[in-house]
């Protein structure tokens, strides 16, 4: 009986752990897919040749139109 008992708290025990790790794997998976995401962005936004983040080149693109407007 007492190793029933044991048996069945090992297995409730087990169940919690895997419950967790799925849990944790299903965070690892988001972040995964938001890092790939942002990835993708980030290579596109690139200037063929350049390297340079086309954010950046709209930064420098603004400058030069507030100098010219001065």
């Known amino acids: 009986?007492?190793?029933i008992?044991?048996?069945?708290?090992?297995?409730?025990?087990l169940a919690k752990m895997?419950?967790?790790?799925?849990?944790?794997f299903g965070w690892?998976?988001?972040l995964s897919r938001?890092?790939?995401r942002k990835w993708k962005?980030?290579?596109?936004?690139?200037?063929?040749?350049t390297y340079v983040p086309a954010s950046l080149?709209?930064?420098?693109m603004m400058a030069i139109i507030l100098v010219v407007r001065r």
């Open 57 to 60: 080149c709209c930064l420098s």
């Open 18 to 24: 895997m419950a967790n790790l799925t849990h944790i």
């Open 1 to 3: 009986e007492l190793g």
């Open 28 to 30: 690892i998976e988001k």
């Open 41 to 49: 962005m980030r290579l596109s936004l690139f200037i063929g040749g």
């Open 5 to 13: 008992i044991l048996m069945a708290a090992n297995m409730n025990k």
């Open 34 to 36: 938001i890092f790939q």
